[in-house]
């Protein structure tokens, strides 16, 4: 195994070997903890430590809707956007709930944002327009999307793709997001922001990864396509490239053997798998008045993983 990077993140250190049973996984039954709200800082000497990460009402008076915002990046969007002021709904699975109220009690804790939850898979029919309708209920307006959820099933190769899998890596990443946002539109003014997530595998590809693959390119190509739509109307439409991160997708979608050092020395910057953390602050950029002239872009966090352009 490679030698240990040097990071304050002790999860991206370690990467413990861990599976869970069902996607897309769960926060509470990580084996190490994931970082949703501390930043990695260096000091004059070189050497990383922790800092909470501090809003500075960016968003204050914003309302946002967040898919998969239970766990993994989705959580920490929703941490920052509350810490930024912003009311949010979040949508998750049912049966991921235990995250959802944890993720509640962060959020009451830590800011004065108020949030919603709604417990839904989003591939059943009518469910965009029931997170639309409640979020507006609740809040009154609305003027961030960000469309996150998604799933991953690895595969050997092409031979190996099953059916049922490719439908319904088609029907949670891509379909149900072109559905949330169609029912969302109507109901954004100018000024209001678009973020997808894409991945870095849209651009790098992955040979175990081939549904997945495609769907986040498209994701990238819809994101580009809805920009050129909306521009006119003063809505900007951007997207995000993760690259590795440690979330509990990736312990639901491999086995122990294969998250036990996850990532190490394969990643150029730091050398490890990112945190949660480190990737809530470009969400803050394109959702606020940062991003206010960026539109039809996506934004790559990878670590070195893939560079090039977007």
């Known amino acids: 195994m ?16 861990q599976k869970q049973d069902t996607l897309p ?10 970082e949703h709200s501390k930043l990695e800082c260096w000091d004059d000497e070189g050497n990383p430590y922790l800092k909470e990460y501090v809003g500075t009402d960016k968003l204050k008076g914003k309302k ?20 930024e002021g912003a009311d949010v709904t979040v949508v998750y699975l049912p049966e991921e709930e235990e995250d959802a109220k944890s993720l ?11 949030i919603l939850l709604l417990p839904l898979d989003l591939t059943k029919p009518d469910a965009a327009k029931k997170v639309v309708s409640s979020h507006l209920e609740k809040f009154g307006k609305l003027d961030i999307l960000v469309n996150n959820a998604s799933k991953q099933i690895l595969s050997s190769g092409i031979e190996e793709l099953k059916d ?4 319904s890596t088609f029907q ?22 678009i973020i997808n997530t894409s991945s870095v ?20 190509t819809f994101t580009r396509s809805l920009a050129t739509e909306l521009a006119p109307k003063g809505i900007r439409v951007n997207a995000i490239a993760p690259g590795l991160f440690y979330t509990p997708l990736q312990p ?29 602050e470009a969400y803050v950029l394109l959702a606020g008045p940062g991003g206010n002239y960026m539109t039809g872009t996506v934004i790559h966090v990878n670590g070195g993983v893939h560079i090039g352009g977007a």
Do not use: C
């Open 64 to 83: 946002a809707i967040i898919t998969g915002g239970d766990s993994g990046i989705g959580r920490t969007v929703t941490i920052f956007f509350a810490r």
């Open 25 to 34: 996984g769960l926060d509470k039954d990580m084996e190490m903890p994931a």
């Open 164 to 167: 049922e899998n490719i439908l």
């Open 104 to 114: 509640e009690a962060e959020i009451t804790k830590n800011s004065s944002s108020k």
């Open 172 to 193: 949670s990443n891509i379909f149900q997001m072109m559905h949330l946002t169609r029912e969302a539109v109507p109901h954004m003014k100018r000024g209001a922001a």
């Open 201 to 220: 595998v849209a651009y790098k590809g992955s040979s175990h990864l081939l549904d997945y693959s495609a769907t986040k390119g498209a994701i990238a």
């Open 252 to 280: 639901a979608s491999r086995s122990a053997g294969q998250m036990e050092g996850w990532g190490l020395g394969e990643v150029p910057l730091h050398g490890r798998v990112g945190q949660p953390a480190e990737i809530g």
């Open 2 to 17: 490679p030698d240990k990077p040097i990071s304050a993140y002790k999860a991206s250190v370690e990467v413990p070997a």
